[in-house]
């Protein structure tokens, strides 16, 4: 089983900013100090806005604070009907019947590519600022930042979002900038931030499913759709390896899908589907998440579906491979309180029909609104902010209000209180 996706990038985004007051520091992302003249270094984030440089700092309150289950803005797209809430989570229902753009046939198109997958419950790379590279959003201006999608959501361990990012854990009087909330791939683990659960596919009707992907770093950028046809057959399919029962049985189907995470491992036309129980790679949060140290999650590269293959071979029936991986999603998620992982995983077999490595054609789309809303932060509006660092989000309940620092372009005020979190420096 192949699959490329952004692991590297996570792992090293998910290190700690050091602290600008060590002059030992050899990490090698400046950011701009006191007068814009000063070069701190980071390896958690680019800082939106530095010290001396052109852009305001809005306060804190310019950024509303709303859980994952508040209210959002209407955001122009292909749907406009208004989601309603159920259990936290807007139902795919309630956005109305799809573009007929999502299910036209592009089967002769000429655009060809195949699907790898994974879930590592990582923070996604498309959560961490920057200004633009590797395919995040550009967060030189306001219009900028909105232009790029903002920043994709990331939620804490029990699945509430958080912030993508605060200020620094190094503010002090005469420094401010800006860090990505940790990565629980990282130190952090529980305390740390996750990829939010309804990020899982979830089927339109029978035909069409909605899902998020690592794209290829050389052809695409965080929040950008596409269209994908599958056309029966696998990545390394030849005359003495057919297509299997399932690649057959997806044929036809269609898929939209919108880049939250960029891997420079993965190759121009493919795209790494997120899915629960997909293979947890090489940096694994989501056995953290559910508390699976003693779970079974397969291959790591592959997930359920290779290891079913180990005990079924690999010309087996539809219906084997479909029984196998939703047992192994049973057992892994059945009593882990995150339903939607096992949504997700049951996805796979049933609708994706448990088709190893597929192939589609393909073509970039406008989004559609129900991907917009759960990947669009509703937290971290604008591209600057006054929250405070925090170094464990797990306690965090939705509604709760943010701590917040009092800061100018030129630093930050420190009470002795909030140094001792942590937050800043004195």
């Known amino acids: ?8 990038v996570n792992k090293c985004e998910a290190t ?55 209210t959002q803005e209407e955001i122009s797209s292909s749907e406009t009907v208004k989601p309603s809430l159920e259990n936290g989570f807007p139902s795919i229902e309630s956005y109305g019947a799809p573009p007929a753009e999502y299910t036209k046939d592009i089967l002769s198109n000429g655009q060809t590519g195949w699907n790898s997958r994974y879930w590592d419950a990582c923070k996604p790379h498309c959560s961490w600022i920057s200004n633009g590279e590797e395919g995040k959003t550009d967060t030189t201006t306001q219009a900028s930042y909105e232009a790029g999608m903002t920043t994709a959501r990331n939620c804490n361990i029990h699945d509430v979002e958080v ?13 401010m900038g800006y860090e990505g909330t940790n990565s629980a791939c990282g130190e952090a683990k ?5 990829t939010c659960t309804d990020m899982a596919p979830i089927a339109v009707n029978d ?21 994908l046809q599958y056309n029966g057959s696998f990545k390394d399919a030849s005359a003495n390896n057919a297509a299997k029962a399932t690649h057959k049985a997806l ?44 779970v079974n999650w397969g291959a790591g590269f592959g997930g359920f579906l290779t290891e079913c293959q180990s005990k079924l071979g690999y010309d087996n029936t539809l219906e084997s491979y479909q029984t196998c991986v939703k047992e192994m999603c049973d057992a892994a998620f059945g009593n882990a309180g995150l339903p939607n992982l096992l949504r997700g995983c049951h996805w796979f077999a049933d609708w994706f029909m448990a088709a190893d490595n597929p192939t589609y054609n393909w073509e970039e789309v406008e989004c559609p609104q129900y991907l917009i809303d759960h990947y669009m932060t509703t937290i971290n509006k604008e591209k600057s902010n006054n929250y405070a660092w925090h170094t464990d989000w797990s306690t965090y309940k939705a509604g709760d209000p943010l701590e917040t620092l009092e800061c100018t372009d030129k630093g930050c005020e420190c009470p002795d209180e909030m140094a001792a979190k942590g937050a800043c420096k004195k």
């Open 190 to 194: 529980d305390k740390g931030v996750f």
């Open 16 to 70: 700690s900013t050091p602290d600008p007051s060590d002059p030992n520091s050899s990490e090698s992302t400046p950011i701009v100090g006191p007068g814009g003249t000063q070069e701190i270094t980071s390896s958690e984030s680019t800082p939106i806005v530095g010290p001396g440089g052109t852009q305001e700092i809005t306060s804190s309150e310019s950024t509303p604070i709303v859980g994952p289950g508040g």
């Open 207 to 227: 035909t069409l499913s909605y899902a998020y992907v690592a794209g290829p770093g050389s052809a695409t950028s965080c929040g950008k759709c596409f269209h």
């Open 163 to 175: 912030p993508t990012f605060t200020l620094g854990h190094a503010v002090q009087q005469y420094w």
């Open 1 to 8: 089983m192949e699959a490329g996706y952004a692991d590297l």
């Open 251 to 294: 044929k036809g189907k269609h898929m939209v899908v919108m880049t939250s995470n960029i891997g420079h491992d993965v190759e121009v036309g493919q795209f790494d589907l997120m899915v629960p129980g997909g293979g947890v790679g090489a940096f694994d949060a989501l056995s953290v998440q559910v508390n699976g140290a003693d």
